[in-house]
Structure formats: structure tokens, C-alpha cells
């Protein structure tokens, strides 16, 4: 099998990452991939494991992205602060990266220890902000989905276009962010 010289498997990675990006997850191809680093298809299956495992990849860098950005926004911040900057990252890098953050949707194949670690690093960070007078962790976990979930609908209806009257969207997310601090407030979610 020839290889690019200079290719590596970080290279095809992040090609795929920004072809997500630019055009979204689903319409990322090993076709598409190859011509965009000028070689044949063949060729990739030297750094990934054909279109599922490049799928796989890219929530994994993904997954990994956000936990760093939802890491760094939260640093030294408590209390509603740390609930308005976790929103706020998590926002900002749908945004940013519409095409990792789409890969990563879908829980991890049991069975995929690094991924689920990735996974587990997320949660823990949403656990530290969202989750301070629950001692019990199926509640907590419970909490962490409907923050979730809360984010991702509006996300989702953000980025398909499905906010057309013109009230200013910011202020619609401050809301929804004010109705999440209140609810950790009130610990209601339970």
C-alpha cells in the first residue's frame, strides 16, 4: 500500500475534522477525505479503520475538545458563574465545531474503554458544576441529561435554522441558561 510522505494519521484526522466542520458529519467520506489530502481512498485505510473508524475518530477528538473547553471555561469558578461558563462553552463550541460536536451524540460503544473515558471526563466536569447537593449519583446522572438535553435542543434548533422570529437568539440562551441556574438552585430536577 503507497503512502503520502509526510501523511500521518493525526493529518487524516484533522482533515476529516475540518471537512466535518465546513460541511458536517454526515458528508464526511473516505472519498471526500482522500481528495482532500490528494490521495487515493485506498490509502486511508493505513491510518483508520475504513469510515466507521474514522467516524469513531473524529468523536474521540471531538469528545476529548470539548472536555478541554468545558474544562478550561469552569476553572476557578463556582456557583452560577460555573453554570453560566459551562452553557456558554458548550454553546461556543457547537458553534465553532458543528461537525466534532455532531460526531460525539451518540454514547460510546460499551466496549470502547477510550472513548468512554473521554466521555466519563465531560460528565464529571457537568457533575462538578451542575451537581453540588446530590449526593446520589443516579439523580446526579439524571441532572447531567436534562442539562444536556436543554442544551442540545436549543443548539439544535440554533444551527438548523429553526429560530426565525427575530427576537434576539442571545438573549432566548441567557434564559434558558437563567432557568438552568435556577433549577440548580432549587435542586427541582429531581
Known amino acids: 500500500m503507497t503512502h503520502r510522505v509526510g501523511l500521518d494519521r493525526q493529518m487524516v484526522i484533522q482533515a476529516a475534522a475540518e471537512l466535518a466542520d465546513a460541511n458536517g458529519v454526515e458528508q464526511v467520506t473516505l472519498a471526500t477525505l482522500a481528495a482532500r489530502l490528494g490521495v487515493r481512498t485506498p490509502t486511508l485505510y493505513h491510518y483508520v ?57 451518540r454514547a460510546a460503544d460499551p466496549e470502547d474503554r477510550e472513548l468512554l473515558e473521554a466521555e466519563a471526563e465531560v460528565v464529571e466536569i457537568a457533575l462538578r458544576v451542575l451537581v453540588v447537593s446530590q449526593p446520589d449519583r ?53
Open 138 to 190: 443516579d439523580d446526579a446522572i439524571h441532572t447531567v441529561r436534562i442539562w444536556r438535553s436543554m442544551l442540545h435542543g436549543f443548539l439544535s434548533l440554533e444551527q438548523d435554522g429553526g429560530f426565525g422570529l427575530p427576537q434576539d437568539v442571545d438573549e432566548t440562551f441567557r434564559r434558558l441558561v437563567l432557568l438552568m441556574i435556577q433549577a440548580a438552585r432549587k435542586d427541582t430536577l429531581r
Open 49 to 105: 479503520d475504513g469510515l466507521d473508524g474514522l467516524r469513531r475518530e473524529l468523536d474521540l477528538l471531538g469528545t476529548r475538545e470539548l472536555a478541554r473547553t468545558l474544562g478550561r471555561a469552569v476553572m476557578g469558578r463556582s456557583g452560577d458563574e460555573a453554570i453560566e461558563a459551562l452553557a456558554l462553552a458548550y454553546r461556543t463550541f457547537a458553534q465553532t465545531r458543528p461537525g466534532l460536536y455532531a460526531a460525539g451524540v
